[in-house]
């Protein structure tokens, strides 16, 4: 193949060596190129910063599949006790065996999650390779661009650690040719490179970007923290969250501060906010055939059927968990949530009642978080009103009664042009997704402290995320959206813990379950388990209850020491075949 032709700002060459583990070259040949350069005018800064962009576009994965970005929907979510895959059993059905913990290494979903975020870190490469030839870039620009490419290097190097774990190789700048690839091994801990890169991001990029999506220092600042808690290095990890939170500001230079609505960090108008550290870049009706830039991942993930006003029609994935729903039950003196997720006495639901039948919503007290994350019957949608139960539901037996929220536009976004139709007819909008928020930099930090034994200073920062849990303004956002500002809500109460937590077991168990409302159905639950150490304990228990109302999690067992990791796709392993016959890329625990 000549590599003096470039296609989407990067060579056909390199965007083969990203993928060269998980496909064949035919499959690069057969994509449509849109635009070519030859290779010199792309040697220059204009060039470079294409390419950039294009590396940023690898965060939403690729076209024709919706499981290589990083929304995390399925490994995060799905994997953990979040959500159901929903729809029916049959459409999507690579999905079912990870939700049952029943993965394979030929499983395709695997292999694609691997795939895209190898496309990125081969994007970020080739940013970097390219930038040492151009002369046409200030100082400061070269730092800036250098800043980025390594800041996306190490959040898609982040994304395959988080999913593969010791599977998940470290992939250089200087790895071009095939045997390039060939001689990467999965042996050695990536942490170090990944930490570098984000430190290396946090001392050269800006504090502000002249562009919403582009990264800035203090999200650099903010991914490093988190890598350090994933390692459990919490003193160093607490003096660089302490300082984002003290200092921090968005790309715009807005200083850090959550959003007094919670729901506002869902919604087209207020999605680059003084809440938002890093989010995924969505756009519609700007050109793009297919509304190809927008919200491509989740396009499945919207409620089913049904006929009139409604937001979506298909295809019913990502149902939100009966587990999921009861974890919002709150104490009816105190306001604190309840942790009682398995109650068989819960949150009531519609699960045996067509949306014809009568139905009466819980009348218990309720965090409102709840109803900005899931829609369920009798409760105000958006502005779609009341969500009808079964008549938006394609299979209740496969995924419960459920419907996801957080990605769903509302009417007043489609009237508006936020939203419409993709590729085969699919929802699209213009919801970025949030990768981080501050409420996630808040309970980090509370982590860090309750980890160095500062108790009052972990309650105080716990207290910070649920005050604006049980804000007047977060209620009113259920039913205060758009045009229909009317419709039915819920009994809600939220309260603040009023004295300091009395152990580091207690305050964990506090962050642990704050992180689970706060974060639901973003993509985070599975990672958290896992670092906690509780993936098997937590997930073997919902299983159990789940079953209650989907049948299939009978089946379902999480075997502790493998399921807290994906295997390494059996093509990828193969690819690094030697010609001694031996491979250079091992299997993950378990799955030999």
Not at 155 to 175: L, N, R
Not at 369 to 384: A, E, K, N, P, S
Not at 425 to 452: H, K
Not at 466 to 494: D, F, H, L
Request: glycine letters at 8%; a neutral charge; hydrophobic letters at 35%.
């Amino acid at each position: 193949m000549k590599k003096n032709k470039f296609y989407l700002g990067i060579t056909l060459g390199s965007l083969f060596m990203a993928g060269i583990m998980t496909a064949c070259k035919e499959e690069f040949l057969e994509l449509d190129p849109i635009g070519a350069y030859s290779e010199s005018s792309l040697t220059n800064k204009k060039g470079v910063e294409g390419m950039l962009i294009a590396t940023y576009a690898a965060l939403d994965g690729r076209p024709e599949t919706q499981a290589t970005g990083s929304t995390n929907w399925i490994m995060g979510s799905v994997a953990a006790d979040d959500a159901n895959k929903g729809s029916e059993a049959a459409d999507f059905n690579t999905i079912n065996p990870i939700e049952l913990y029943q993965q394979t290494p030929s499983n395709v979903v695997i292999n694609d999650k691997w795939r895209g975020a190898v496309d990125g870190i081969g994007m970020a490469n080739q940013v970097l390779r390219t930038l040492k030839l151009i002369t046409d870039a200030s100082a400061a620009d070269a730092a800036r661009i250098e800043g980025e490419a390594r800041f996306l290097r190490a959040f898609f190097h982040m994304e395959g650690k988080k999913v593969f774990d010791k599977g998940f190789p470290w992939i250089p700048e200087t790895a071009v040719t095939n045997e390039d690839y060939k001689a990467i091994t999965n042996q050695a801990d990536i942490w170090p490179q990944i930490e570098a890169d984000f430190r290396f991001a946090m001392e050269n990029l800006p504090p502000t970007q002249a562009d919403r999506g582009r990264a800035n220092k203090w999200a650099a600042a903010a991914f490093l923290g988190k890598a350090l808690i994933y390692q459990k290095k919490y003193a160093e990890a607490l003096t660089i969250l302490k300082d984002v939170m003290a200092n921090g500001t968005n790309a715009q230079g807005t200083k850090y501060a959550l959003n007094p609505n919670y729901g506002a960090n869902f919604r087209v108008a207020t999605k680059n906010s003084a809440e938002t550290v890093f989010v995924i870049q969505y756009a519609i009706n700007d050109g793009a055939g297919n509304n190809s830039n927008a919200n491509y991942e989740q396009n499945l993930n919207f409620p089913h059927g049904g006929s009139g006003d409604r937001p979506g029609g298909c295809c019913g994935f990502f149902q939100p968990s009966q587990a999921l729903v009861n974890s919002y039950m709150t104490d009816a003196a105190t306001g604190l949530p309840r942790r009682t997720p398995y109650a068989t006495n819960g949150v009531t639901s519609d699960y045996q009642r067509t949306s014809s039948q009568p139905f009466t919503p819980y009348a218990g007290t309720l965090d409102p978080r709840l109803d900005h994350t899931v829609g369920r019957r009798g409760i105000q949608y958006l502005d779609w009103g009341a969500h009808p139960g079964r008549n938006w539901i394609r299979d209740i037996n496969n995924g419960g009664p459920y419907s996801p929220k957080k990605n769903v536009h509302s009417r007043a976004e489609l009237t508006g042009g936020s939203a419409g139709t993709g590729s085969w007819g699919q929802p699209a909008n213009a919801l970025s997704f949030p990768v981080m928020r501050y409420a996630d930099v808040i309970l980090l930090t509370a982590e860090a402290e309750a980890q160095a034994g500062s108790l009052s200073n972990a309650t105080d920062l716990v207290n910070i995320v649920r005050e604006r849990a049980g804000s007047q303004e977060t209620i009113e956002g259920i039913y205060m959206v758009g045009s229909n500002t009317e419709g039915p809500v819920a009994n809600y109460k939220v309260g603040l813990y009023t004295t300091p937590f009395a152990s580091k077991d207690a305050a964990m168990t506090a962050i642990m379950e704050e992180r689970r409302l706060e974060l639901a159905m973003e993509g985070h639950r599975k990672f958290d388990l896992v670092r906690w150490g509780i993936a098997a304990q937590t997930l073997n228990a919902y299983a159990s209850f789940e079953k209650t109302y989907v049948p299939k999690f009978t089946n379902a067992q999480f075997s502790a020491n493998q399921d807290e990791f994906m295997p390494v796709p059996e093509l990828v392993i193969n690819t690094s075949r030697l010609s001694s016959g031996q491979f250079n890329l091992k299997q993950n625990e378990g799955y030999q």
